[in-house]
């Protein structure tokens, strides 16, 4: 397999389905990175912890479905052309 760019669009892509798949009561909050254990304090510059839980969080909520069609187009691509 050489390096291209459907390859390397296809490992984000698969990188974003692992984030997107990712549950909060059966993984997340086993390993400590629950909801409710995001408490700050006010003014309070959030961590790696908390800016990666809010990361997970958005793409779970925003990519649901555009993540259905691009794993859909890239099926057919890979069906097509191999």
């Known amino acids: 397999m ?4 459907y390859s ?3 490992a984000a892509i698969l990188c974003i389905n692992a984030v997107a798949v990712l549950h909060e009561e059966r993984f997340l909050r086993k390993i400590g990175w629950g909801v409710d254990q995001s408490v700050g304090g006010f003014g309070d510059e ?7 839980m809010n990361l997970i ?3 779970r909520t925003v990519m649901r479905v555009p993540l259905i069609a691009v794993n859909s187009v890239c099926i057919v691509l ?4 191999g």
Do not use: D, M, W
Not at 2 to 5: D, G, I, K, P
Not at 78 to 81: A, C, I, P, T, Y
């Open 8 to 10: 390397l669009i296809q």
């Open 57 to 59: 969080r958005s793409v």
């Open 2 to 5: 050489a390096f291209t760019l």
């Open 78 to 81: 890979l069906l097509l052309f």
């Open 46 to 52: 959030p961590g790696i912890k908390v800016q990666l």
